[in-house]
Structure formats: structure tokens, C-alpha cells
């Protein structure tokens, strides 16, 4: 009598045994069903926390929920909302005139009745007999989902496959490969070898080569079932290539645990049946290519059956290693003829300007020739010249470059000579020394490594006090913006595209390999400059060398980085080992557990510390002994406590505790801190348990809260920003007020999905200056609420003026989010993810500077923009993002511009037929489409001609194979569940889900 599902029977009359149900049911109390049901949906809730908790930390290993238990979730969600509505009706049931025995539910004029295809739940007639009918029935979904729970495993998968990368290459067409390329591609095609060496001199143009073969072959697929990119560099270690290998394939059977062998056995298994293309760029020295998985296969005389051939094409400067690598064809890269390489300076300097000076365009000619026909040279010689207007000022870097006594006086081969003289060049036309010095600091990270913009290149020019003058972190990290150009508009910065996820299209940078050794050989103590760094990144260390031979480096060196190595300990050191260093960097050494006492007493000097994602857990008093610290990075480390006297840290400026473990902290241990002016607290301490009924929220830990005792006393030099997670409550916010001189930069507010609200009103009236004027980042987060609303009051109207990112996340009974007055004139990106009930998101036209919009798992959306007001109407988006928004089917039925869009990625809309611009506007913008192959075969066009002239701007997601689905874990992953939902006069009675068909006794007639 329970259940509320039952397999479907043709013959089946619902009716008759309803009426069976209800006549059972009638001459029941409902005070004692309501009793029962209000005790199994305590009983399921904590089951439901139970798993949350098991999906929080999944989220923090990189996997999310499965299909399977976000279903259950929602229907949970949903059952408790219908459950609330029950009681709500009992409560207000006039035991007068309540109509117990009237079957036909006895409903009072104030009741709603339900419209064929309603999407929102209609309340049903309020009196005793629908009372019980309601409550039997919802005592049997709960048990339902209650049995349904034990079968959740597992509870958390891998994400969808992300697209294969392609790297860009320039929008301009390259100077002179164009023969290698179609060399390259003729041998592959024709079948005559698997393995082609390309060698050449570091920036004779190889790796752009390598690309321009990607690009060939990857949105093809007509030879190769995979084509994999992999930087081996100077410093390669076997393992890492093997997981950067796994990783570009989505295969997650390789384990770090595994050894080599294991690694390449693996790969080998998993890819002996395809026809794989691997391209190895920058490789040193010989490698086992069956340890990449990649064995040698080719046909056997007399055999009748073709093997999957296997192709690899690496670059090397080495003609050896093409040698040792048993290459079927060498290619050797040559530098460019005096034609090419005059063709590519004027690529990379302004052409007009060169042909209106005759002098200048001699001079110019001379300088190019100067370069000797290598790539790299020349364009970083052009880009450093393309803002010198004077003859004068060209005549000055000719001469300059042609000093012999300067270049005779270095070490280095012929070849090197020429790029140096080059960077010298490029590095002294930078504008001041201020972005020289933030240039130097880029070789400080790993060969090939994607620095991260704003979460670490450009804090490490802020704690190094090359950015110094600033009232609050934002202007500082706006100060560190235009450095960033200058270095990428010269070609000493590359910007490299991580086009994963739309977000960080222009979020990462690197230095070019042969740029980052001129760099290194600047600061390496090269004869007069007077400078001293120890680089060792990314090498594959496990210990640093404490041999005599070190000593006399040790004791010179002023900036030091080891990060991301293997470092698992660090042995005593000698009170002057360091003594004239200011700079340490130990990012990244997953396995380095503790710090010696001696460590820091042996570098008195030391300014700026980065000890972030190691796996710290204390730190030695002893750090209290450097005095001279300005930067400190404990981010991502299990840290639990501070010193006692971390206060006595008194120059330290800038501090990070994100992702640490900080349970308490000894009173005044950071109030004291009177010149620090940057603090990030963000998951630094575990969010405090909201209570309810008196209980505690299952699986909440009790907190210290520390960062609430600490900030109210501090009374530093300067304004503190601050970034930091909190609970969103109204008392909380009224903490973040009253901080004195303090400044909130990022914030996240959380609920847990435990604080049930109707409406969260976050009016500027609620948010002192402290919280809202230089707030850039804010996200909403777990939080169980219907309406959001934004308010200005009375002449707050430029709060949220700073305002730069806004993230809604897993707001799962969101409808609407309002701006009442609110500009966010400034926001440039827009994140909603997994807020199911959301129907559309108009009030974004009301944000003149948006640049992302980022919509995934939005269930319930089927338009972006439902109201667009003015017929005129334009958006300044420039990258848009969909991703899992199943019921979605346009951007707008009204006509909407969008005149700045170049990026539009679309995964799994399977109904959104038709691209929301008009292909006039957007073909001297548009830079690029992303979507699955059947997606963009089924567009709908209005002009057919449409299609094929954005046809070459499309790029394709790349899918698994359907084998590849078959042998994946149901829910895992690539395989999805679809669901058929069957509907009698507009009403949902059931559903089919490929596997079984049921009946859902949903309604009562």
C-alpha cells in the first residue's frame, strides 16, 4: 500500500485502485499520518546529508555527483518542498468545516486548480480526506527513495569528456614552413614511415610546425582514431609525460602509484588497437616509445591483415637524438631566406610605418638581416621596435645589436649569440624596469609552464615589490594587467589558450623555452650583471644538494626556485647557507611534510616565501625568526595551527592561507600583523553547522571562529583586503561590516543546501563600503533559496562598483535573481551552474561590460533571455558558454545583437537549433564555434550560405567512440540516461527510461 511505483500493465485501471486506496485510507486521523511521514523524511534527510557530505569531498578529489544520485537529490528536494505544503494545509484546516468524508476533495475557493502542462506543482484541496490520500502517498515515496538509497554506488564519477585541445597558432599565415608542413603531411598520408624527426636550432620555428600538423589532422580523423600533444623539454621525466599522455587520452587507469613500466604497459594495451598520431615536441634525448604506449607497429611482409599504425613525429635540436630515435625521414628546420625573414619582420612591426620612412625602412632591413633568418629573433626584434618612430631610435638598436665587444665578451655558441642579442634588445626597449623585472620573474617557473595569471604570476610580482604603491589589492592587480601586455605585445610572454573551458581562454601565459634561457642566462651570473638565481623547476628533484661544491652558490644566490618537484624532505643547514637570499619558492612538492627548524634562521634576508601545495602539516616556530618576510604562501597545505608568535612577523604584507586546515589560531596571531595589507582565508578554516531544532546539521564539525576574532581587533597600517568563505546569514554579514579597516575583495557566501529560504534579499543597505565597494569577486553557493535580489537603496546606487566575477553554484531551487537598481556596470564575468529551476537570466542585458556568460546544468531553462526589451537590443558578450542545458531551444525568440561575440561553445543542448546572431555582424568578430559534430550537422539555418561561411570558424568536441561508451560504468561519465515521460491530458502518469516502464501514481485523479 506503500509503493508508489509499479511496472506498467496495458490493462491497469488507476482509478479503481485509488479508489481502493482512498477507501481504506479515509476513516484514518491525519494529526497521526502526518506524525509517521514528518519522521521517515527525518530519517531520509539524514541520508541525504549523508550523502552530500560523500559529495563534497568527491568534488574536492575533481569528480561530481552521478546522474543517478542527482535525480535523487532533486526528487528529495521535491519531496520535502510537497511534504511542507501538507503540513502548511493541515495547519490551516477548520475542524468545522473540514469535508472529511466529501471524495471529491470538498475545495474552498482560495484552492489552485492544475493546468494541463503546468510545469510548477499546483496545491491540492485542503481537508482531512485529501490530507490522508496526500500523506499515504507521500509516505510511500519516501520509503521509495529511502530503498532506492542504498543502491547509489557509486555516488560520484569523472565529469564529461573535455574536448581535445588544439593549440593555436598565429591568425597571420607562418613565414616559410608551409613546404615542411606539406612534406610532413604527404609522408604520414602515404604511408612510408612512423617516425619523423624534426631538428633545428631552439626558435627556428619547430613547435609552430608541430601545430600546424595538429591542426591538420584533428578535427579530421580520417587517418588517426587519436592524435595526442605532448612538451617532453630540457628536464623530462618519464612519468610525468606518461600521466600528460594518459591525461590528453581521458584514460584514468593510470595511478601514481604505478611505475614506468606499469604506466607504458598500460598505454600500450589501451592503444594497440588504434591508429594513434603522438606529437613529441622538444625532446632531448632518446625515449622508449613503447613505454609511451607507442610500439613501433608496422606491417609485416606477407601479412593479410593490417596493424593500427602508429605515427610519431617529434621535435629536437638534435640531429643525434633523430638518429637515436631511428627516425624513418629527419627533417632539419632552416632558418629563413632574406626574403621569408623580411616577410616576417613586417608581419610583427607596423608595415605602413617602415614604407613611409625610406631611412627607417633601411635601417630596418639591416636590423632583420641582423637576425640571421631565425624566427624567434625576428620577431622579437620587430615587436620590440614596432613603437620606435624615430630614425634615430632605430639607428641607436642597430648599433646596439652590431657591438661586438659586448658579444664577443659572452660564452655562447654562434647560434645562441644571435638570440641573445635579440632578447637583449627586446628586453632593453621595454618600457621601464619595473616590467623587466616582471619579464626575469617569469623563468622562475618550469619549462613550459602555463602560469596562471591572476593566482600566480601576477601575486608573485605584488609579494616580490615590484607592485608597491596601492591603496587596496585590486588597483594592484589592475597595476599588474598592463605589465602582462607590454610582455606579451614584445613575444617575450606567449598566451596560451587553455580552451577546455571558456573561462580561461586568456587566463594562462608561458615563456617560450629558448626566451626563458636568455632570460635564466641574464640572472645566472653572467659576466657584470651583478645578479645570482638559482632555478631548479620542474626537474624531477628529490633532494636538494647540500654538497660542498653547492655552498659557495648557496651563499650568493638571491633568488631561488625549486617548485614542482619531488622534494620530500630538506636537510639541516648552516646558519649563513643563505645568506644574501631574498626569495624562496617550494610550490608544488607534494610530498615535502615538514620544514626543518634550521631552514629559516639560514636565510635572514629572505622577503617572499611560497611553500603553497606541499603537504605541510606545521610549521617550526622558527619562522618567526624571519624578520625581513614581506610574502607568505601556505595555500593548499593541511596546516591546522600557527605558531604562537607568528605575530612578530612584523614587515609581512601579504598573506595566504587558502585551502588550509586552520582549526584555531592564537589570539592576536594575525590582528598584529600591523603591515599586512592582503589576506586570503578562503577554505581556510571548515563553515560552521547551521542548528536546527535545537540539533546540529548532520556531519557539520564545531569551528573556533578565528578569522572573526582576529580581523575585529586588527588596526594595521593599511586597509587589509580580504577574500574569505563564509555562511550566508544575515549576522554574518553584519560581521563583515562592522570589520574596521578592513576591505572584503572576494567572497563566497555558502548555505550548505540546509538553509531553506524563500527570498535572500542582499540590498546595498545590508552591505557597508567595508564589504561592497571593492568587492570584485562574489558567489552564492549551496544555498537552498528561490529569489535572489540585488537592491540599491538611497544613494548606494555605485556599490558593487568593482564587481568582476559573479558565480551562482548548485542553487538548486533558484527561479529568479533580480537587480533592483544594482549596475554591476563592471562585470565582466557570469557563472551559473546547477541552479535546475532557473528559467532565464534577462537582467543580463543590464550589464554593459559582461564579457563571459557561462551557463551549465540549468534544467529548467529554455531561453536565455526571455524579455529583451528594446527591439535594438545588444549584448557585449564576447564568449558564450552552454553546457548540459537540455531543454533550452534558443537565446531569445527576440531579435538580440551581439556584436562582440568570438567565442560560442555549446555541449549537450540537444533541442538549441538555431546560433542567435546574424552572420553579417559577427564575420569580422567571430574567432571560433565549439559543439559536438551532429549538433552543428543539425543547425537550423535561414540561409543555407550562412553555414558555409561559418563552417571554417566551427572546431568539433571530440566524443568517445561508441565502444569506448560501452565499456564505461553505467552513469559513469560519457553515458548519460534519457528518460521518456509519459502524459495523460497534459499530466505526467509515467515514464520510460530504456530499462523498465512505470506507472508514477502522481495525481489523484
Not at 664577443?408 to 619595473?434: C, G, H, P, R, W
Request: with cysteine.
Amino acid at each position: 500500500m506503500a509503493c508508489t511505483c509499479i511496472n506498467l500493465n496495458l490493462n491497469l485501471d488507476g482509478n479503481s485502485c485509488l479508489s481502493v486506496l482512498w477507501a481504506s485510507l479515509r476513516l484514518c486521523r491525519p494529526k497521526s499520518g502526518i506524525q509517521k511521514l514528518e519522521k521517515e523524511i527525518t530519517i531520509l534527510r539524514a541520508k541525504r546529508d549523508d550523502i552530500k557530505n560523500q559529495i563534497d569531498q568527491a568534488e574536492r578529489e575533481g569528480r561530481i555527483p552521478t546522474n543517478q544520485v542527482s535525480q535523487w537529490l532533486l526528487e528529495v528536494e521535491m519531496l520535502e518542498g510537497q511534504v511542507a505544503d501538507i503540513e502548511q494545509d493541515f495547519q490551516s484546516i477548520s475542524y468545522f468545516s473540514c469535508n472529511c468524508f466529501n471524495p471529491t476533495g470538498g475545495a474552498s475557493t482560495t484552492s489552485q486548480t492544475q493546468q494541463a502542462g503546468d510545469q510548477v506543482p499546483i496545491r491540492e484541496s485542503s481537508n482531512c480526506c485529501s490530507i490522508i490520500r496526500r500523506v499515504a502517498k507521500k509516505l510511500g515515496e519516501a520509503n521509495e527513495l529511502m530503498s532506492r538509497a542504498g543502491a547509489l554506488d557509486p555516488i560520484a564519477t569523472v565529469g564529461p569528456p573535455e574536448p581535445t585541445v588544439m593549440l593555436p597558432i598565429s591568425h597571420q599565415p607562418p613565414v616559410g614552413i608551409e613546404s615542411y608542413v606539406e612534406d610532413i603531411v604527404g609522408y604520414i598520408n602515404g604511408g612510408e614511415g612512423n617516425i619523423i624527426g624534426i631538428y633545428g636550432m631552439g626558435g627556428v620555428g619547430k613547435t609552430t610546425m608541430l601545430k600546424s600538423i595538429q591542426q591538420h589532422y584533428l578535427p579530421k580523423h580520417t587517418i588517426f582514431d587519436r592524435v595526442i600533444w605532448v612538451v617532453a623539454s630540457k628536464d623530462w621525466q618519464l612519468k610525468k609525460l606518461q600521466m600528460d599522455i594518459a591525461k590528453s587520452l581521458e584514460l584514468m587507469t593510470l595511478k601514481e602509484s604505478d611505475n614506468e613500466r606499469t604506466c607504458g604497459d598500460k598505454l600500450f594495451s589501451y592503444l594497440k588497437n588504434k591508429n594513434c598520431l603522438l606529437l613529441l615536441d622538444d625532446i632531448w634525448e632518446l625515449m622508449d616509445l613503447q613505454l609511451l604506449g607507442m610500439a613501433h607497429s608496422a606491417t609485416e611482409q606477407g601479412q593479410h591483415q593490417q596493424q593500427p599504425r602508429k605515427v610519431v613525429v617529434f621535435t629536437t635540436r638534435s640531429e643525434t637524438v633523430c638518429t637515436q630515435m631511428k627516425a624513418d625521414k629527419k627533417i632539419k628546420a632552416k632558418c629563413l631566406d632574406p626574403d621569408q625573414a623580411w616577410r616576417l619582420f613586417e608581419q610583427n612591426s607596423d608595415k605602413k610605418f617602415l614604407s613611409s620612412d625610406g631611412g627607417i625602412n633601411f635601417v630596418a632591413q639591416e636590423l632583420a638581416k641582423e637576425c640571421a633568418g631565425l624566427p624567434l629573433a625576428l620577431v622579437t626584434v620587430a615587436r620590440a621596435m614596432s613603437g620606435k618612430k624615430s630614425w634615430e631610435a632605430w639607428k641607436d638598436a642597430l648599433h646596439q645589436i652590431r657591438d661586438k665587444h659586448e658579444w664577443t665578451t659572452i660564452d655562447l655558441s654562434e647560434d645562441s649569440v644571435v638570440m641573445y642579442k635579440a632578447f637583449q634588445l627586446s628586453y632593453d626597449s621595454l618600457e621601464n624596469d619595473s616590467i623587466r623585472e616582471c619579464l626575469l620573474c617569469c623563468a622562475l617557473w618550469p619549462e613550459d609552464y602555463k602560469i596562471h595569471k591572476f593566482k600566480e604570476l601576477i601575486p608573485c610580482w605584488i609579494g616580490c615589490g615590484i607592485i608597491h604603491e596601492f591603496n587596496v589589492i585590486n588597483e594592484a592587480f589592475t597595476k599588474g594587467c598592463p605589465h602582462l601586455e607590454a610582455l606579451v605585445a614584445a613575444s617575450l610572454l606567449e598566451q596560451c589558450n587553455d580552451q577546455k573551458d571558456i573561462r580561461y581562454l586568456d587566463t594562462f601565459v608561458k615563456m617560450h623555452d629558448v626566451i626563458r634561457d636568455m632570460a635564466l642566462l641574464m640572472v645566472s651570473g653572467l659576466k657584470g650583471n651583478g645578479r645570482k638565481w638559482i632555478v631548479k623547476a620542474g626537474i624531477g628533484l628529490s633532494h636538494l644538494p647540500i654538497q660542498e661544491a653547492w655552498q659557495e652558490e648557496w651563499q650568493e644566490a638571491e633568488r631561488a626556485s625549486f617548485m614542482d618537484n619531488e622534494i620530500a624532505s630538506l636537510p639541516d643547514y648552516g646558519a649563513s647557507t643563505f645568506s644574501k637570499l631574498s626569495m624562496l619558492f617550494l610550490h608544488g612538492n607534494d610530498s615535502l611534510t615538514t620544514i626543518p627548524p634550521s631552514l629559516f634562521p639560514s636565510m635572514p634576508l629572505l622577503t617572499y616565501l611560497d611553500l603553497s601545495k606541499c603537504h605541510i602539516t606545521k610549521l617550526p616556530m622558527e619562522i618567526c625568526r624571519l624578520t625581513e618576510l614581506q610574502y607568505l604562501n601556505l595555500s593548499k597545505n593541511p596546516i591546522t595551527r600557527l605558531p604562537a608568535k607568528f605575530g612578530c612577523l612584523c614587515k609581512l604584507e601579504y598573506l595566504l592561507l587558502r585551502k588550509t586546515e586552520i582549526k584555531s589560531v592564537p589570539s592576536g596571531t594575525i590582528s598584529k600583523l600591523s603591515m599586512l595589507r592582503w589576506l586570503d582565508i578562503r577554505r581556510a578554516f571548515p563553515i560552521r553547522g547551521c542548528l536546527k531544532n535545537g540539533r546540529k546539521i548532520i556531519g557539520m564539525r564545531p569551528i573556533s571562529e578565528w578569522w572573526w576574532d582576529e580581523l575585529k581587533c586588527f588596526r594595521g597600517r593599511h586597509k587589509l583586503s580580504v577574500a574569505i568563505v563564509i555562511n550566508v546569514t544575515t549576522a554574518n554579514i553584519k560581521r563583515l561590516n562592522m570589520l574596521p579597516n578592513v576591505s572584503i575583495w572576494n567572497l563566497t557566501m555558502e548555505g550548505g543546501n540546509f538553509l531553506q529560504l524563500q527570498t535572500l534579499h542582499l540590498g546595498t543597505l545590508q552591505w557597508s563600503c567595508n564589504v561592497s565597494d571593492n568587492l570584485e569577486s562574489l558567489s552564492f553557493k549551496n544555498v537552498a533559496v528561490d529569489k535572489l535580489m540585488l537592491t540599491a537603496g538611497v544613494g548606494r546606487e555605485s556599490s558593487f562598483g568593482c564587481l568582476k566575477t559573479l558565480h551562482f553554484y548548485n542553487l538548486r531551487k533558484l527561479e529568479n535573481i533580480s537587480l533592483n537598481g544594482v549596475g554591476l556596470c563592471n562585470l565582466r564575468e557570469l557563472c551559473i551552474h546547477s541552479c535546475s529551476m532557473l528559467k532565464d537570466v534577462s537582467w543580463v542585458l543590464q550589464l554593459p561590460c559582461l564579457n563571459l556568460l557561462k551557463i551549465s546544468r540549468c534544467f529548467e531553462m529554455k531561453e536565455v533571455i526571455s524579455n529583451v526589451g528594446n527591439t535594438n537590443s545588444s549584448s557585449s558578450i564576447q564568449r558564450l558558454s552552454l553546457s548540459l542545458v537540455p531543454n533550452l531551444n534558443c537565446i531569445a525568440h527576440q531579435p538580440l545583437y551581439f556584436p562582440y561575440l568570438e567565442y560560442v561553445h555549446v555541449y549537450k543542448c540537444p533541442i538549441f537549433k538555431k546560433l542567435p546572431f546574424e552572420v553579417e555582424i559577427l564575420k569580422s568578430r567571430l574567432k571560433e564555434i565549439r559543439g559536438v559534430q551532429t549538433w552543428w550537422d543539425n543547425l537550423e539555418w535561414d540561409d543555407e550560405s550562412n553555414k558555409n561561411l561559418l563552417t571554417p570558424l566551427f572546431i568539433p568536441f571530440i566524443e568517445r567512440t561508441k565502444f569506448e561508451k560501452k565499456h564505461r560504468p553505467f552513469g559513469q561519465g560519457g553515458c548519460r540516461v534519457f528518460i521518456v515521460l509519459i502524459f495523460v491530458d497534459g499530466r505526467i502518469v509515467g515514464f520510460f527510461d530504456g530499462f523498465s516502464m512505470y506507472l508514477n501514481l502522481i495525481d489523484d485523479s
